[in-house]
């Protein structure tokens, strides 16, 4: 960790502590599922948000440790930080790296400021683990661009103001060819159509996102033409390496650590609950050390796809170890305890956990071709 | 002080050399002395000894760097514990006599390096031979089934690597723990904890996919498999310290364990 990685540390949880006072257990035990604006503006207030961006942009110009430190403080704690989290984690780092300066200029300093939700537009109805088949289309016009297809598992695209969307541009030798990033503004362009998907916990969360004529203006390409598919691959991995990959249910294990200190737990469960913590510290070890690699400009697809795969897996494990653990059953009525509705919850968003991303098979023919076996 | 990788480029140098599987096999009669005394020469067991009492003046990281090296290339007797008692101010006959125990969390921390070096050498193993060896038509490395194998051995190697490694940086920052109370206690516990368990699916995965060759004593397999079964029962089984960091986590309750892993 560099010099100021802890003092920063403790600014985060005094911060978290007085903005999460009065936040319930069963939004915190969201965390960065949850979306609240009025928090995403407090956590910008406090210059939290687009802490590694470069200050000339609004940013905090500081290390990617250190927005290490702020991501796993906030994760812990169960900030509802979803609704900038796309934007702080991975659209702003692509507009930094690939956008043009009045882009820059326009889009950056709102999003520092926990203003602008982003949404990313990769998976298709046809198209999921196979994302290279995609088949939405972005056709040049005299004035810019005209996209037809539909994007679907959209996450947040019914609150967002922009999304980074992947369309086919062009045909190559390879189906990854011919693909390209776009900036589209989802308030403003006509012929978008948002229809929410309720999932199997009742919740809005994710869409379908419909493009009849869409008309887009020549800049909202972002980077190279038909180059689009090595900037996603840069992407993920800023999208897989990070501490959200196995800190999802930390709210609920750190409260299953409490109901186990009442109930004055014996061995059988220490020893469950201490293999756990060292599989949360080790993840956490590699973790750090993919951020350290992205700190010195390097882009560790592999390493990511390791932490994304072994992260989920254990953050996938902890509802279940709550119920071998405790009697006490995940209920959703408002009479159960906080405990149980946060269980409750956390049982049944856990299989997403390791679909979002890209799924385990993916993720380890991703480490497999890194071996050199494909 | 040198570099990681200066210190690694030797250590790699010398141990690639000298320990051949012939060696190794020819090692197991002749006992460690020749390697001993060769990375004596090069100052490997002096590496946590001050300069000014005539040693290198390492780090623990140059530490984890030897001590991994050692499980990685199987090397013969036991030069990271001869290292670690030099650096607690024995003599180099003290050391190489009593280098079968050392107190248990330095024991722990050097075993995790290790474990992580011997499943890092299973896992380089396993890709090879499995792009060598054909059946069906095609390496069996072309089949699906086996990549998402040697895709999961991979992840258990890097995170055993990463956790070690993490150990070692904890006692270079805080001190060699002496019991739960001091602060790099968590990451020895951690280390010595997930590779302890992760030697199972490890060496599984590479004894699976190598077929029956890799049963043979010829093949050398075994120069990684056999320290790994031995080692994970060696200054506590990943029980022991599952249980030890529970206990802990439990008695202090929500937010002091994530405050003691982040410290």
């Known amino acids: ?374 | 002080m040198t570099s990681d990788s200066l210190l690694l480029d030797t250590v790699e140098r010398l141990f690639s050399e000298l320990l051949t599987p012939e060696y190794l096999a020819g090692a197991e009669r002749s006992g460690a002395g020749e390697f001993l005394a060769l990375a004596g020469e090069i100052g490997l067991d002096t590496v946590l000894v001050g300069q000014e009492e005539g040693g290198y003046g390492g780090s623990w990281s140059d530490a984890f760097v030897i001590a991994e090296a050692c499980g990685r290339h199987a090397a013969p007797g036991h030069l990271p514990e001869i290292m670690v008692r030099r650096g607690m101010g024995e003599s180099a006959e003290q050391a190489e006599r009593r280098s079968g125990s050392l107190p248990l969390p330095a024991g722990a921390l050097l075993r995790s390096a290790q474990m992580a070096g011997a499943a890092q050498a299973l896992l380089e193993r396993s890709v090879r031979y499995c792009g060598e060896r054909e059946q069906f038509g095609r390496p069996v490395g072309r089949f699906q089934a086996v990549q998402q194998q040697l895709a999961e051995l991979a992840g258990y190697a890097a995170c055993m690597q990463a956790a070690s490694r993490r150990a070692f940086a904890e006692v270079q920052r805080h001190g060699m723990p002496a019991g739960e109370d001091d602060p790099a206690w968590l990451a020895v516990a951690i280390a010595k904890c997930r590779c302890s368990e992760l030697a199972h699916p490890v060496t599984q995965i590479a004894h699976g996919v190598h077929g029956a060759i890799g049963f043979t004593e010829e093949f050398g397999l075994q120069f990684f498999s056999l320290p790994l079964w031995r080692w994970r029962a060696e200054y506590g089984r990943h029980t022991d310290w599952a249980l030890a960091i529970g206990r802990r986590a439990i008695a202090d309750g929500p937010n002091a364990t994530w405050a003691a892993l982040t410290r």
């Open chain 1, 1 to 374: 960790m560099p010099e100021g990685a802890e003092a920063l540390r403790g600014e985060v949880r005094a911060f978290l502590a007085d903005a999460l006072r009065d936040v319930p257990l069963s939004e915190r035990a969201l965390s960065w599922d949850a979306c609240n604006p009025d928090f995403s503006r407090r956590m910008g207030e406090a210059g939290f948000i687009g802490l590694s961006f470069p200050e000339e942009y609004g940013g905090g110009g500081r290390t990617q440790l250190e927005r290490f430190v702020v991501l796993e403080e906030c994760l812990a704690a169960g900030a509802p930080t979803g609704f900038h989290w796309f934007a702080d984690r991975q659209s702003g780092p692509l507009i930094l790296r690939y956008g043009s300066e009045e882009l820059k200029r326009k889009i950056i300093p709102r999003i520092c400021r926990g203003e602008l939700c982003f949404c990313i537009g990769m998976s298709e109805p046809d198209s999921g683990s196979d994302l290279a088949s995609l088949r939405t289309r972005a056709t040049r016009t005299s004035s810019g661009w005209r996209v037809n297809g539909t994007k679907i598992w959209t996450t947040n695209a019914h609150r967002a103001h922009y999304m980074i969307a992947l369309f086919r541009t062009g045909e190559g030798q390879r189906r990854n060819e011919g693909l390209s990033q776009f900036l589209v503004d989802l308030r403003s362009t006509p012929g978008i159509r948002i229809a929410p998907i309720r999932d199997i916990a009742g919740r809005e969360h994710f869409n379908e996102v419909h493009f009849e004529d869409a008309l887009l203006a020549e800049d909202a390409l972002i980077g190279a033409e038909n180059e689009g598919w090595a900037q996603v691959t840069e992407e993920l991995a800023l999208e897989r390496s990070g501490p959200e990959r196995y800190l999802s249910c930390h709210a609920l294990f750190n409260e299953l650590l409490g109901v186990l200190k009442e109930r004055e737990a014996g061995d059988t469960a220490a020893e469950a609950i201490g293999g756990a913590v060292a599989q949360l510290g080790a993840l956490r070890a590699m973790s750090l050390s993919v951020a350290a690699k992205l700190e010195s400009g390097e882009s560790p697809a592999l390493e990511a796809a390791m932490v994304k795969d072994m992260g989920t897996r254990f953050e996938q494990s902890i509802p279940s170890l709550a119920q071998e653990l405790v009697d006490l059953p995940p209920a959703a009525s408002a009479g159960a305890l906080p405990y149980q509705q946060a269980l409750h919850l956390m049982t049944i968003l856990a299989p997403s956990f390791s679909l979002r991303g890209g799924s385990g098979e993916i993720l380890r023919g991703i480490i497999a071709r890194g071996l050199g076996l494909r």
